[in-house]
């Protein structure tokens, strides 16, 4: 099932340095592989647990008490809109991280839904990342990755998962269930680095296009609609494996 908003269609002009092959939008397109999680704030935990073993969690009640941050940054998603100015409020993961002792390289990052990602943990601290809970003044809508979602700016949104519940740290890189050949090559916006999707190529996410037929939608926001589609032939993601985009 993908959920998708007007954004997707048009190419509008703009004043701002885009990236190679990217275009500006103003509204906040929504692409989901899969239902949209629907998780209370009263049962959502999120965990950090080190390469030993050892947990850190928080309640919901307990994340709100961490020192908040409100980034704002610019949003480049592999399937080519840039969203500019993005205003967020959320934890640094250099906060969640303050108290963990760990000499891992790399983090796995779980969703609900069973969507995963892997990153260097050189990407997720130096204050480059946040676990975000509020978008443009308001509490995150689940489209988004509401309650919350990580947050990785200076990388394509192929890697700020959606619905977040657990940051593991790994001594070794990991397969993903987001990511085709298990790799944590992130392209970076304009930079040489690419996303392994099929294939790599520098710079540009690689996306393989199917015919589909649509079996089913319904409303999800004021601006955005899910639709269920059959596809033949295909393999299927998990749900968030596209969680690109907000």
């Known amino acids: 099932m993908a959920v998708l908003t007007p954004g997707f269609r048009g190419r509008p002009r703009s004043e701002h340095a885009l990236p190679p092959g990217q275009y500006e939008v103003e509204d906040f397109p929504v692409l989901s592989a899969g239902p949209t999680p629907r998780v209370p704030t009263d049962t959502w935990t999120l965990t950090v647990t080190d390469e030993t073993g050892q947990r850190h969690e928080w309640t919901w009640a307990e994340f ?19 969203k500019f100015g993005t205003s967020w409020k959320g934890v640094s993961l250099d906060t969640l991280f303050a108290d963990v002792e760990t000499s891992a390289g790399f983090v796995l990052v779980g969703c609900d839904g069973g969507y995963t990602t892997n990153l ?24 988004h990755g509401g309650p919350a979602r990580l947050l990785v700016p200076h990388l394509y949104l192929w890697k700020s ?34 996303i392994r999707v099929t294939s790599e190529l ?3 996410a690689v996306l393989t296009w199917r015919v589909a037929e649509l079996v089913d939608s319904w409303p999800e926001t004021a601006s955005a609609r899910a639709l269920v589609l059959e596809v033949p032939d295909w393999p299927g993601h998990r749900a968030g494996s596209t969680s690109t985009s907000a």
Do not use: F
């Not at 997720?124 to 995150?140: E, Q």
């Open 202 to 204: 520098a710079g540009r």
């Open 64 to 82: 709100m008490t961490l020192p908040q941050e409100r980034p704002t940054v610019d949003l480049h998603c592999v399937t080519r809109w840039s």
């Open 120 to 143: 260097p943990i050189g990407d997720i601290l130096g204050g480059k990342a946040w676990i975000v809970h509020s978008y443009d003044g308001a509490p995150l809508a689940p489209v």
């Open 161 to 194: 998962a959606k619905w977040v519940r657990s940051i593991q740290l790994v001594s070794q890189d990991v397969p993903v269930s987001g990511n085709s050949s298990g790799t944590t090559t992130a392209e970076i916006p304009g930079g040489s680095r690419g």
